[in-house]
């Protein structure tokens, strides 16, 4: 799982649960994948992206150097923000671990790369 | 509308940027709860909606259950286990994609192998694939896509995440519209506004392939066998293989064909669900497509090898593995909880026909007709104008609720809608003229007027007493408006309001019985001390007049015959007692036969008289409402009435046939049925007023009769009311019945020569409506509950038995006319009008008959089963597809009632010795109507004193209970049927392949039932004890049991066939030898038969798969069985690798080799071995199919040694053959339904194939922020390209 995956998904669709945003995610195994960069994507993307979320994924997965807030019209041309967004986002991959409903502690099992989000019917 | 969108877009992200500048995180955080909020908001909003219609809620909640359940049988499990061909890519989706601009979010929900996601079609765009199915997301990650697991219902996204999202081929794997709705409806809660959401399903029209239902499950090929053409939701539309259609249109599928309205999503999805029919018809198709296909090899066959066939596997569309199986009513999808509340009733209101199954129920019906359920639609909606009920039955119920006296309200609002409906009904009056029966009927009734009077009298009292002053008056109103309706009355505008009326009033009344049970029981405790001294009191008095009259009726009946009173008379009497006995009696021109009926309607009154006692004793409204009624009419037909003294309302029930009190029952009867009263008012002043009296009672009688269907069918139905299906109570209701009915039929023939019986018994079935008709019935819950006051239970036993069985009531309806009962004749035609009247039938065949079966001998019973067996299998030939469709239908209903019956039976089977010791009075435990007809059996046959006679009997009981059914049943009536057993061998069988785990387990149900038959044959010959076995429970080895059990019937089968003298010898050797093993098995096999019984109801899609099999293949199988046993006893004779060779080229026959294989290794005394042997086999193949294959081969080889005939060795191999495949089928049912296990199962994809425009509809209806940009077909496929706009809500 992507760390732009992550940075959408959210526990909403438990039953009672608010918002479910963000998850807290519990990495037992990543890699990393180099991918080509393209600056236009993340631009593109970075409006819809939660930076709350991005701190946690940063934060969870080791990475340094974001800031706690992020000014979209600056950071568009902060090359080396976007690089570092890249690599966050496209290019680490969560193979084994948890994400954790902030809620109801509901936990969803990451297994190979693949984030697990079925809810049993009594959650719905 | 884009560039709107997209200017929108822009400004909110300003928006969203400025915030960012002082506080980005807070900002977007704020905005994630607002959408989120906004979302919940939308939830709740959703889930209040459904709050407010608690009925509708359950109802829904139930059938989102069952369709959510299909769909994880019939989609996830597949998908999980199937593999899915590598299919190419949709062009115009490669288009839409490589369209995006760049840095776009992609959703594919259903990504599948994630073919959409690895493309590349645009690499500036990310792409997140969804899936529900862990194997295949496994296989998109493994290909780089980025995946996840969830379910389209619930997508783990924020609100507004992406720019597109895919749903390609996915919505069409939900079963009911309300699913298919939210899934597109979080499709659209992911999509940003403005994006775009591309929609594909499978359409309707394809070239490849034709539906006739749009809820089809398509037979899932495997690539592998199928040599890469493989199935798959996207591409598979070329490489496809067209589906094979056994569907046959039947009324349902006219009828929904033309309600289907193109470009109406809900009207097609409804419309291809007609309310009859449940998911689960596929069944019934599967039976039809066998029994079509009788002559061909089997095609399980090739499932049991299919691990040797793979490769062999030929496209063969013929071959039931392909035919696309269609599921007929999935969902109740009455309302979509949606912002647009006006839309959404219209569109109730629209789908209010096919959203309603009782009143469609009740519309199959021959009599009632389209009307009733119309009126009921109206009433309801009257009562709840703005709510949508998913069901009619909930509105009833809502309406109970809300008033005490919901049912006069009820028949008040129905009242209007009911004249412009009544115009329809009229064809059904048509049958009526036609009605001779009633008068002479009427006569016969008075025989059995000595218990009946107590009942009446009991009843009136309590009538009295429990009614309220309110209620009278109340009725009073109900009146007037009757008799201003009186004036357009004809007799037969009369008779079908009248029934409407009643259904309403008793839905009303089991709802009023759960909402406020407190006050009945308060009302009821105060009456009943009354009542009992009323009883007491008018008992006594009664009595004294009935026996007079019975011996002045018993006179009368000839000089009925000679006169017939008026048609107003029959027809009031038809009126009285459902239109149903009307329409089948007018058939019937014998004056015999009409004694018969006149017989039964007799029973039937003194029976439902019973049950009204009983019910009275239930603290049921729906007898004290009732009574109430008649009590006004017997005043005065039109003055207002005031409680009379229970005296009085006890005279009208025995009414002396001279005394003008009958005229006032009559009133009072048609008082008690509102809309019985127009009838009687017309026909009230009859010169005959004996006759029409004793018609009134009849109907009365009915109508009580129909009451404590009611209030049975509130306590059995409150679980089934919930989703809505009254239907379903019956369908349990029906699989007891034929027994009943045989039970019925063979005492019927004792008093009556046989061989006119036969010849009606064939007009019955062609006058028999199909299989609609019992649908209506079903409408009526009939379960009745026998109280222990009511000394003569044994009627009333009798009546609820005919009651459950709607389908059953054909088969029984012909079983007992061709036995020229009277009682049949009444069946019929309460069969399509209402399962009261069959179940009066019922009551009138079991009173009359007890004392002839105590009269006659236990060969003249013997005698009497055999021609009815003869005569149930003339009648499945020609009554075959109505009966599979019913027993489809029924399985469904089954489904639900099924743990209420396993109740019952349980209870039943408790009670069972206590009655075969006792009379029936001695069950208390009436309120199972199974019980009942276990009971009229056992006390008929325990009159007989005859242990096969017993045993058959409760086999009957168990079999009828489990619902697997008329041909079960039918079979032990008739010890030569064997080809019936095999013929159900057959179709557990080719169920289990088909059907999978469920259906393999309703075959393990049906095989226990089939031992019982074979018990039942046994004993019949050999009048064999059964009692050790009831005795002996196995509960730990169902399964082995079962399987043991099927080899003994088969073995006796077999016996019974090859030698038919040599029955007893195998039989006694079979049963008594006491070194062999088989008595193990036989004890193993037959542990009580309640316990298995009860296991078996535990099984509740067991059981609805066997309902389906007997019923369809009965007669296929049994020509295919003859035609078996003959090449089997030629190939006895033959080689043994000459027979292997045929073996293994028709496997089916195979499956009865077994059987007969192991009756031939009886009489050579190696049973002992070959039982050993399929005992090991079967264990073998519970623990794993291959290595019970293997242990099987050595099993042979080992009987081969053992028995110094070749013909034994053949017989071996073929017993090995057909353990095989039942441990193959063993081991499917035992693993998930959609796992193939060894190859055997095939798997079915569940699909809702779309109508044009159907998706566009369903889009523009239910989702309102969801616009729709372009719609097109492609490659089998509608395509619909939505784009998510932003509602402003004001």
Known sequence: MKLLTYNFLTSKCIKKVKVGYPLKLNIMEQKVESTNFNPEFIQRVLPRLDWSAIKIAADSVGCQGFPDEINLETSTNDTELLQKLHHLLLEIEVVTGSLICPETNRIFPITNGIPNMLLNEDEV | MFSKHEHRLLTKQLAVAAGINSNYETVSIESSLVSSASGIGNRDKDKDTKDNNNNTALSNNEANGRSAALERAYVHDVYENCEEPVGGIRPKVAQFLSSLEAGSLVCDVGCGNGRY??????????????????????????????????????????????????????????????????????????????????????????????????????????????????????????????????????????????????????????????????????????????????????????????????????????????????????????????????????KSRSLGSILNPPPKQIVRSRSSVPSLGAEMKQSSQALHESTAHSSITSTVLSAANNTTASICQVSSSSTP???????????????????????????????????????????????????????????????????????????????????????????????????????????????????????????????????????TTISRNCENKTNKNGPISRKLSSNNSYERSCSTVTSHGDEVEKMRRESGSDSSKDSSLQSDTSIESEDSFASVIYIPNKKSDTLSNKMPTVPTSPLTMIMPCPTPIHSPAPVTNHRQFSAACESTRFTFDAPTKIDKIEKSQQLYVNSNKKIIDQECIGKKQSTVMLQSTKNGMQTKINTIITPPTPTALNATATSTMMKKASPPMSRITRQTIKDLPPIPKFKKNSGFPIVRRITSSHSNIIVPKLMSLEIFNPETDDLDSDLDSSDGDEDEDEEDPSSPDSIDSVINALQSTNSPTEPLLNNTESAGTKQQNVVASDQFISNNSKSVAPLVEAAAEVANKLENTVEMIIREQEQEITIMPNTSSTNTDDIDTSNNIIINENDINLNVKLTNQQHHQLSSNNNHRITTNISNNNNNNNNPNSDNSSDNIGNCREHLVDFAEKLSAQLLKELDNEAANKNSFDEDDNEDHLNYGIDPYVRKINGDIKNLSILRDELRERRLLLANLSSKTSHEMEQQQFCNTPPTTIQELEEDDSPPLSAKIQSHLSQNSNLISNLGTPQSSVKKQQQKINDFILEENEENEEDESSRADEDSSSRSRISFSLSYNACNNNCNNTHDTALLLQEDSFEENDNSSSLGLQQMKQNLLKNIKYPGNKLNDSNNNSNTNSCDSWANSNTASLDSPSVSVGGSATHHVYHHVFREGELDALINKHVNNLHIVSSYYERASWCVVCEKVQVWTI
């Open chain 2, 117 to 346: 996601l690895t493309a590349g079609c645009n690499p500036l765009i990310h792409s997140i694939g969804v899936d529900r199915c862990c194997r295949l997301t496994k296989v998109a990650r493994n290909s780089g896509a980025e995946v996840a697991i969830c379910d389209n219902l619930e997508l783990p996204f924020r609100d507004e995440s992406f720019d597109a999202v895919l749903s390609l081929a996915v919505i069409h794997h939900f079963a009911t519209t309300e699913r298919r709705v939210s899934a597109i409806r979080e499709l659209a809660r992911v999509l940003r506004i403005g994006g775009r959401l591309v929609i594909t399903v499978w359409a309707l029209e394809q070239k490849s392939r034709r539906f006739e239902s749009q809820d089809v499950l398509i037979p899932w090929q495997s690539p592998k066998s199928k040599n890469m053409i493989t199935t798959s939701d996207d591409e598979d539309d070329d490489d496809f293989l067209p589906p094979y259609h056994a569907y046959t249109y039947t009324e349902d599928s006219i009828h929904s064909n033309s309600s289907r309205s193109q470009g109406d999503g809900d009207s097609s999805s409804l419309s291809s669900s007609s309310p009859s029919d449940t998911c689960y018809s596929f069944v019934r198709r599967a039976l039809q497509k066998l029994a079509g296909g009788g002559k061909k090899s089997p095609w399980f066959l090739d499932s049991w090898n299919s691990k040797d066939t793979k490769n062999d596997s030929s496209l063969d569309y013929e071959d039931a593995k392909d035919l696309p199986i269609e599921l007929r009513r999935l969902e109740d999808f009455d309302d979509i909880p949606e912002p647009l509340s006006s839309s959404a009733g219209l």
């Open chain 2, 417 to 551: 809608s009911r004249r412009p409906k009544l115009i329809k009904q009229k064809q059904s009056i048509t049958d009526d003229p036609e009605f001779p029966f009633d008068e002479n009927s009427s006569y016969k009734h008075l025989v059995h007027n000595d218990m009946r009077a107590q009942l009446l009298r009991k009843q009136s009292s309590l009538n009295e007493e429990l009614m309220a002053e309110s209620r009278i008056r109340e009725k009073e109103r109900i009146r007037k408006k009757i008799q201003k309706q009186m004036s357009l009355n004809e007799t037969f505008l009369c008779r079908s309001l009248f029934t409407k009326r009643l259904q309403v009033i008793r839905e009303g009344f089991t709802t009023k019985l759960k909402t406020s049970t407190g006050s009945l029981e308060r009302v009821t405790k105060s009456g009943l001390v009354k009542i009992m001294q009323n009883i007491s009191k008018s008992a006594s008095s009664n009595t004294g007049n009935y026996p007079t009259e019975s011996s």
